[in-house]
Structure formats: C-alpha cells, structure tokens
C-alpha cells in the first residue's frame, strides 16, 4: 500500500529529501520547481502556473494511483500538462465573455528586447495546438527523449515526431524565422 | 529525435527562450506550506463544498438517496460483490504504460473521470465491446478474469462501468467503437474484445487534427485456463478530419492500413494511395473535404513474407456502416513483448483459424537448428520442428505471452502439440513456393553470379534500429551493381498508376546516396539493435549501403533485406526484399545538424560502382 507522507504543513517547512519516494517533501524537492517552470511556459501568471502545479501534486498523493517508482514524473508532468491547458480553455472561456479582461502586462523592469523576443517565442508556443505545443515544450525545455516524451503525452512515437515536425514549423511560420534551411523536398522522406 | 534538422534557427531560438524563462520563474516562498496545507486539506474540503455548503445541501441529500439505493441494488449483483472484494486487497502494481492515455483513467474518482472528460472533449472514452455472437459471454468471462499482465480487474471493472455510463450519451463514442469492431471482423478478427483506451474529438480551439483520432486495445478472450492477452493496438482516425500521414507510419507500427482513393488523385489525395503515401510529407485533409470515397484497405506488414495481396478489403460508407469512413491509421504489437512482429497472430486470432503454418524466419546456423517445441509457453522444449517446415497447426487455445514472446499452442507436422514462438510461423500461402530453399542462405552466395531480379512482395518500411555500431567488411566483385540492381529495381516497384515510378526511391532516401557507398554487414554488432532487426527479419541477409545525410550532416545507412528463392544452378533465382532498415547515427540537435563522429572509427567502404540505367532492371511482373 502507497504511503502518503506530509510534513510541514505549516510554517514553510523544509521539505525531506529522505523521505519516500512518494512523499509530498520528496516531490516537492524534485519536481516542483521544474513542474512550475513547465506550466508557465503555458500560462503566463506564475501565480496560475503554481495554482495548477499544486493540483497535480494533490492528484498524484491523494488520487487512486498505484505508480511505480521512479515514474512519478511522467505522471506529473502529463497532469501538470493537462491542468494548464485547462487553465487556458477556461481563460479563453471567461475572455469570450468578458472581453474587458485585461491582458497581463510586463512591468517595466521586465519589459525589454530579451524580454520581448522571449515573450514573442512563448506567445508562439501557446498558439500551437496543444499536442504540438506540449511535445516542443517537453523536447526543447525539460530535454526530454522522444520516448519520454511518448510516455508523457501518453502517444506513440511516431506521433512525437511528427507533433514535433508540424510545431516547429508553425512557429517558423509565426516567428518568420529567416534562417530557415528549407523545407523538405515534395514527397521526400522526413 | 530523428527529425532532420531543417530548423535549428527556430530550435535555438526556443531553446533560448525556454531557458530564459525557466531561469526567471522561481516558486514562491509560501509554495511548500500552501502545498501541504492542499494536500491536508483537499478531503474536508470536498466535503465542505459537496456535504455542507448550504447551497448543495438538497442536492447531497438527493444524491445520498440515490447512492443508497444503487449502492444497495449494485452490492447485490456479482460486479459489486467483486469490486467490493477486489477494494479490499491492494491493487497489482501497474505500469505507467498501462495506464495508456492518461494517469486519470486508473482513479475511480468522479472528479479525475470528470477532470479526463473535460480534457478530451468525449465522454465515455474508455470502454469495452466483445465482439462476437450476440449472448456470447466470453467477454464479459474475460474481462473478470483477466491476468495481471493485462491490467488489474479493478480497473477493468471501472472501465466498462464508465464506458456505459458514456455509450449512453455519447454517440461520439459509439461511433468510434464501431469502426474499430467493423475493421477488426472485414479483417476476420473475431473473439476479441475492444477496449478503447483512448480518444478525443474536438471540442475547442485549441484542438488538433490528431485529437479526432481514437486508440484501442485489442485482446483475446480469456481461453479455460482464464488467459488472456493483448494482440494489438489500433489507432483510427476518419477520414476527412484530420488524417494524418504521419502518424500512419510510425516507426513502431508494426502493420497499418492506408488507403487508396478511386478516379484521380489529387494532391489531397495522396495520402491514400498506397505508394504515395509513404511518399507524402505532413499531408492533412481539411474538415470540409467529406466526398465519398472508397477505401482500399492494404496491410502494409515490414518485412512480411506473410503479406499477401488478397488481405486488401474494400471498405464504403456502406460496409462500415457508419457516417463515417474510419482509417485505420496505425496498429502496434503486443505492449508487452519486444517483437512488433508478433502482433501478426491478430489476423489469425479465433477458433475458425484453419491455416497452416510454415517455419521460417530462422538463421540456417541457429543453434536450434529450427523451431523449438515446448511444453508450455517459453517452457521446457519437448521436440523440434525444421526450418522451412510447412503444415505447422494452430490449435483453438488462446495466445500466451512469456518471456516477451506471444506463444502458439500448435500441432507440429509430426502430430506432436506443443506451444512455439509465434514470431516464427507464417502461413503456407504466404510463400510462392513453399520450398523454403534459402530463406536463411546467405545473399553473398546468391549474389555470386545469378542475376537478381527484385521481386517486391511486399512494401518495405523503414523502421529505426538504432545507432550505427558495426562497421564490417566489404565484399567487393558483383555484390556491389547486384546490390544497386536491387536499390534500383526496388524504385520502380509502383502500382503502375502515374509517373510515380521513383517513388520509393525518394522515400526511402535512395537518391540521397548517390555519394554513399555500400557495404554488406555481418549483423549488428550492438545487441539492441540485432535484436530489433531479426524481430523484423528473422536473421535474413541484407545488403547496406552508407553515406553522409547531406541534409543533416548525419551518418546514415540503409540496410536492405533480401530473401532468396531458387538454387544458384537453377537458373531461377529470385531474391525478394522483405524490408528495409534505416539505420542513423544519432545527430546532434540544433546546432547546425552535424552528427557524432562514429566511435567506431571510419567504415571500410568501397567506392560507389555507377548504378546501372534504371530501365536496364525490370522488376518481375506479378
């Protein structure tokens, strides 16, 4: 039986390295910094990021999961996946019928060239259909192998590649990238 | 990622980006503390919301008559008794790869079934149908009686239960389930079960064209002994919204069905001729393309000398009986078990299986010297049936998986029964000539004087090994303008239709080498990759031919796999290719493309011989 372990619940307590693997401290200690950095590539508050970050973490200690160890990633970062683009129906939902909504703005100090290419890069990437947007982030971000990815997102292989193939070409198409080399030759085998 | 790089401007820039951003967000002070504070406190907060919010509290009230007495009615029957019975022990670990489309489709809790069905826009996406006769029961049998290897009974269970509740309100659903049921029976599949593990249809804006594309699981009925095993995944995807050519040739899929249009092909088209659609790049149809058509629906199986023409079905709006017409888009082998070529036994699952086998696949020099027959599936061996020995019979017992391998129980020419690797069995109609000569021989025998006439039954499909770990010798004389006889006559294998006579060629990347040079390995020298290429081709000899990928910068090499009928003083010699693997070194990514230096040191090549004048080599006619 999987054992859930909570510690410091108050006061900010140093999460446990030691602890199981499945114990939120130890989760915490791995993965939440990077599960947070893997969200707001999706949504832009980080406040949101955070928000669908710790749903993930509640999911996976409190849900019904019986998971292997060494897996709790894949399951994180599918869920954390999912729980932003969820976010971002729900707020396209709410713009539709708001349209007053302001969108976030960079403060000053923020705001610059580094700042404005980046947020032109990551404005591409949410435009891209989900799956596409979530195979570039997972390969481009988090690094990861094709199988990794495959194991994430829950498809085949195949699909990763092709998901891969079609997002960085949108976004070459969006970003105007001039320093493309080329698309394939009609007909040619990718 | 094999993707050749034709956008590392595009990649650099993300990658900068991403990091850039990565390095600005930090996790706020408080996040552990609010963490831990959800954790605690996400039950009593359901209960707050849902028991005692004064809003909802007429509706508890309502929903607590109603669990009552389905709780009541439900304990009663014998699903409740066993789920009550399974809650009670502790569930069987499960792989994350059994929990296929998404980690939520384990949780039996209405808030991860609700959360999963908002995502894929279906309701109902899990489910399982038997096929079979009406008032069969065998599924329902299976599905409580189902291994571990398969997936807990408890998830089983949770299943079916949602995937009623779905079928009820979810035509979507249905529909899907319905072009899978109808694709397995047009391909004489029976005595299966259906599970559909994963599929969503578009539901919003931010949906892809894959998202119409639904997965299954398909799996024998559990057999007296209560087994049961996974044959194969099948992918589909309606044609008109969103196939695409991609995902229909996976490297993994171990067979799939593409489909060709009648009357002119357009450039839309193309991805449903048989040969252009492996010629096709990226190719999707748009929503309002909905002409009827009909499907032409050829298994396209690697490396198979099992493939044989007559398996094509037809298939119309008529035939599937449904609004729309389903493609089969991909198919995988069993998830368990390293040979995708095992999952062949799909076609031949069922009790009205009469064909008989024959023993192929095995290098003449195995220490075996044929097919082991054993007492149980990857058991003690109890006899030995040659290779090329035909007349091998299945028996009416269910599949097994062991030791990575699905398991036939069969009756052996002699009469002796026992169990054998199914990878190794083909149906006898699958050969010419049933005189298995030289299956195994070797090609460098074969290339020594007899002129090679390519004899293309089958489509090679270039599938992925892994990276280049065995430069080997060169044999130099004939081999090498036999070999670019076969590269050459292999291009002008086309269905004759248009000038699409290179078609292959260019998808194979053939005329890329026109700078390489071949070479004839021995074998893979790297484990992995030896494993996964006799899984495919069951030790057969191949010619490789090698070069630099201009477009990558990367080593690549393209091994060609060749079976040969007909002694060498026959005069008859035919040697067929069987399949193809395209084999490349790992590439850096983004930066400019250039590959990694092969650790083992140059390849010891011979210059290119000029390849004959395509007209000079015919393929045999059929």
């Known amino acids: 039986m999987r054992v859930v372990t909570v510690e410091g619940s108050e006061g900010g307590a140093t999460p446990d390295a030691d602890a199981s693997s499945l114990s939120l401290p130890s989760l915490y200690d791995t993965h939440y910094t990077r599960m947070v950095r ?12 955070e928000e669908v970050v710790q749903d993930a973490f509640v999911k996976l200690l409190k849900g019904n999961y019986n998971i292997k160890p060494g897996s709790e990633a894949a399951y994180l970062r599918r869920m954390v996946l999912n729980g932003a683009h969820s976010t971002l129906r729900k707020r396209r939902v709410r713009r539709r019928h708001s349209p007053q909504e302001p969108e976030p703005v960079a403060s000053a100090e923020e705001s610059g060239v580094c700042r404005s290419e980046r947020d032109r890069i990551l404005n591409a990437v949410r435009q891209l259909p989900k799956k596409q947007a979530a195979v570039i982030v997972l390969r481009y971000y988090l690094d990861l192998s094709e199988a ?43 | 990622m094999t993707e050749p790089n034709n956008f590392s401007g595009v990649e650099r820039r993300i990658t900068e980006a991403f990091r850039s951003h990565a390095d600005s967000v930090q996790p706020s002070p408080d996040a552990y503390a609010r963490l831990a504070r959800a954790v605690n406190a996400k039950d009593a907060g359901v209960l707050e919301r849902w028991g005692f919010g004064s809003y909802f509290r007429p509706v508890a009230f309502v929903a607590a008559v109603l669990v009552a007495f389905g709780l009541g009615g439900y304990m009663l029957s014998s699903q409740g008794m066993q789920a009550v019975e399974s809650a009670n022990g502790a569930p069987a670990a499960v792989d994350p790869t059994d929990v296929l489309e998404d980690p939520d489709a384990g949780s039996s809790s209405a808030e991860a079934q609700a959360d999963d069905e908002s995502q894929s826009g279906v309701s109902g996406s899990l489910g399982v149908r038997p096929i079979g006769p009406e008032g069969d029961n065998r599924g329902a049998e299976a599905l409580r009686q189902t291994p571990s290897t398969v997936a807990s009974g408890e998830r089983v269970e949770s299943e079916t239960e949602r995937y009623m509740e779905g079928l009820a309100y979810s035509p979507v659903g249905k529909t899907r389930l319905d072009a899978a049921e109808k694709f397995l029976e047009l391909l004489g599949v029976t005595d299966v079960d259906v599970i559909e593990t994963g599929g969503a249809a578009n539901s919003d804006s931010d949906s892809d064209a894959d998202d119409v594309s639904s997965s299954f699981l398909v799996r024998t009925r559990a057999g007296e002994g209560g087994d049961s095993v996974i044959i194969t995944t099948l992918s589909i995807a309606p044609i008109g919204e969103g196939f695409v050519v991609d995902e229909a040739r996976s490297d993994e899929y171990n067979f799939e069905f593409v489909g060709a249009v009648e009357g002119e092909l357009t450039e839309e088209d193309d991805i449903f001729d048989p040969i252009n659609i492996i010629a096709a790049t990226d190719v999707e149809l748009t929503d309002d393309d909905t002409r009827p058509r009909t499907v032409t629906l050829v298994p396209v199986i690697p490396p198979s000398p099992r493939f044989v023409a007559e398996d094509s079905r037809v298939v119309d709006h008529d035939t599937v009986g449904a609004s729309r017409v389903w493609v089969v888009v991909g198919a995988e082998g069993p998830l368990v078990g390293r040979s995708p070529f ?120 270039p599938v992925y090994v892994g990276p280049i770990t065995d430069p080997q010798q060169v044999k130099r004389g004939l081999e090498m303008p036999m070999a670019w006889s076969v590269v050459r006559g292999l291009g002008q294998q086309t269905d004759g239709s248009d000038d699409s006579g290179d078609s292959m060629v260019r998808y194979f990347g053939i005329d890329r080498w026109t700078d390489g040079e071949i070479v004839v390995p021995d074998g893979y020298l790297d484990p992995a990759a030896r494993r996964s290429a006799n899984a495919y081709f069951g030790g057969l000899p191949s010619i490789a031919i090698e070069t630099v990928n201009p477009d990558t910068g990367g080593r690549e090499r393209v091994h060609i796999f060749v079976s040969h009928r007909g002694g060498h003083d026959s005069g008859l010699a035919h040697t067929a290719i069987v399949g193809i693997v395209l084999e490349r070194e790992p590439i850096n990514k983004g930066v400019g493309g250039r590959g990694e230096p092969n650790p083992n040191g140059p390849v010891v090549t011979t210059p290119r011989p000029k390849p004959p004048d395509r007209t000079t080599v015919k393929p045999e006619p059929d």
């Open chain 1, 38 to 49: 893997l969200a707001s590539m999706y949504v832009d508050h980080q406040e949101s990021a």
């Open chain 1, 148 to 190: 990794e990815i495959a194991e994430s997102l829950g498809m085949a292989r195949g699909s990763v590649k092709s998901h891969a193939h079609r997002g960085l070409r949108k976004l070459q198409q969006i970003l105007g990238d001039d320093e493309r080399t080329g698309d394939l030759p009609a007909g040619g085998r990718p």
């Open chain 2, 342 to 461: 095992s999952a062949k036994p799909a076609y031949f699952v069922g009790s009205d299986d009469r064909s008989e086998y024959t023993v192929f696949g095995l290098a003449p020099d195995d220490d075996d010297g044929g097919l082991v027959l054993r007492a149980e599936p990857n058991g003690e061996p109890i006899g030995l049936i040659r290779l090329g020995a035909t007349g091998v019979k299945r028996l009416t017992i269910a599949p097994r998986l062991a030791g990575d391998r699905v398991w036939w129980a069969v009756t052996a020419p002699d009469g002796a029964q026992g169990w054998v690797a199914s990878e190794y069995l083909a149906p006898n109609d699958a050969f010419d000539d049933a005189a298995l000569v030289a299956l195994g021989s070797d090609l460098r025998d074969a290339l020594s004087g007899q002129l090679l006439i390519p004899r293309v039954t089958t489509f090679a499909y």
